[in-house]
């Protein structure tokens, strides 16, 4: 049995395409079951009624709660389906007790729109030390959050342009032993690393290694928060709650898009099928393969550590490549669908474009020769 044989069905659970998906940090491919599940809740909605489809579909979707509260390590109660993780995000800004002037923790690889809404929300970042591959120095942490402790720290656990996975696990106890909450954003965990971190907010958005549809994310808070968070809600929405329920889910949306819910859903119960131990041991192989391969292809670098545990590879134009350009023609040329990752992602670490490679757990030999193809005749 070669490598990609036991991952072979994942393929066959997709739609066929000539196209070679190399993306699955910007969006993974949804399987045919999660796009039938998603638009037969959509035709349920318009032969039923939009809220007694909903109903109906209730149980389904505390199911797919529980699933991904056991991912993450939370409680179902904890759980809120929101739009994305930008939105999680910017719900928890709203309603952590926070005052401006507060201090954000971050490390230097942290996702750019994040240090925008931390600063839009008038908190102050500090920059923690880092070890040289970029994850947060455990030890330094410790002092930092024991000499001057921040309002909260801040962790993207898997970084969105290069191969890094940042110890949440590790730095959840560090920051608990000084009565620091840590947040993590998972955007690119779930489905992807260990996600059950101890951390008391994560959040995270289904379309990426999840494979859901786009316009679905969600938010886990961990339960000594529920009551501590600042939550403004209407009586009609309070009294509109499942009895039982958590004021966490009063974050959600009443206008949300439940059948894509359904699919994110559906998604996640593949993902158990599938094995989520397994599914993170193939994606780090998957990564170490892009890596030593796209290491041999004049005129391009490997940006970070080859063995990280991670499927995404940023790569750094070597011969005055346009990497936004080189990205167009990939896709144009040879239907390779990537990633052109621009500074932005990550201010506080990136000087200049890279291209981002993130196969999913079917990725071949075959499908890296063809890239690295087409790379060396783009350089």
């Known amino acids: 049995m070669t490598p990609n044989d036991q991952w072979r069905h994942w393929r066959d659970q997709r739609l066929p395409t000539d196209y070679l998906h190399l993306d699955s ?14 638009s037969a809740h959509a035709e349920r909605e318009a032969i039923m ?32 389906f929101v739009e994305s993780a930008s939105a999680a995000l910017a719900a ?85 032993a000084a009565g620091v909450p840590l947040w993590v954003d998972a955007a690119q965990a779930l489905g992807h690393a260990d996600t059950v971190s101890g951390a008391d907010a994560q959040y995270a958005t289904g379309r990426k290694w999840l494979t859901g549809p786009r316009g679905v994310g969600l938010l886990a808070v961990a339960r000594p928060w529920w009551d501590r968070l600042r939550i403004s809600a209407s009586e009609l929405d309070r009294v509109s709650l499942p009895e039982g329920s958590s004021p966490v889910w009063l974050l959600e949306s009443g206008e949300a898009h439940v059948a894509g819910r359904i699919g994110l859903c559906t998604a996640v119960r593949q993902h158990l099928e599938a094995g989520p131990a397994g599914v993170r041991r193939r994606l780090a192989e998957v990564g170490r393969q892009a890596r030593e391969a ?86």
Not at 26 to 38: F, H, K, V, Y
Not at 57 to 65: D, F, N
Not at 151 to 159: G, S
Not at 322 to 347: G, Q, S
Request: aromatic share 4%; proline share 8%; charged share 20%.
């Open 25 to 38: 940090a910007a969006a993974g491919r949804s399987s045919a079951e999660t796009l039938r599940a998603t």
């Open 49 to 80: 009624g939009t809220y007694v489809a909903q109903a109906e579909a209730a149980p389904a979707l505390q199911k797919g709660r529980e699933e991904l509260a056991g991912l993450l390590g939370a409680e179902p109660g904890g759980i809120a």
């Open 92 to 176: 928890l800004l709203a309603t952590w007790p926070l005052e401006a002037g507060d201090t954000v923790a971050v490390v230097p690889s942290e996702w750019g729109p994040n240090l925008h809404a931390f600063a839009a929300r008038g908190l102050r970042i500090a920059e923690l030390a880092v070890r040289p591959d970029g994850a947060v120095d455990l030890e330094a942490l410790r002092r930092f959050v024991t000499g001057t402790p921040p309002a909260f720290v801040h962790l993207t656990q898997v970084t969105s342009h290069r191969a890094l996975v940042q110890p949440t696990a590790e730095a959840a106890a560090v920051c608990h």
């Open 294 to 379: 796209l290491g041999e292809v004049r005129g391009w670098q490997v940006v970070g550590d080859p063995a990280a545990p991670s499927a995404i590879t940023g790569l750094r134009p070597a011969a005055g490549q346009d990497v936004t350009a080189t990205r167009a023609r990939l896709l144009a040329a040879h239907k390779i669908v990537t990633t052109a990752a621009h500074p932005a992602r990550a201010p506080r670490e990136m000087t200049d474009p890279l291209l981002r490679i993130s196969p999913h757990v079917d990725c071949t030999p075959r499908d890296l020769a063809r890239l690295c193809a087409a790379l060396a005749e783009a350089a």
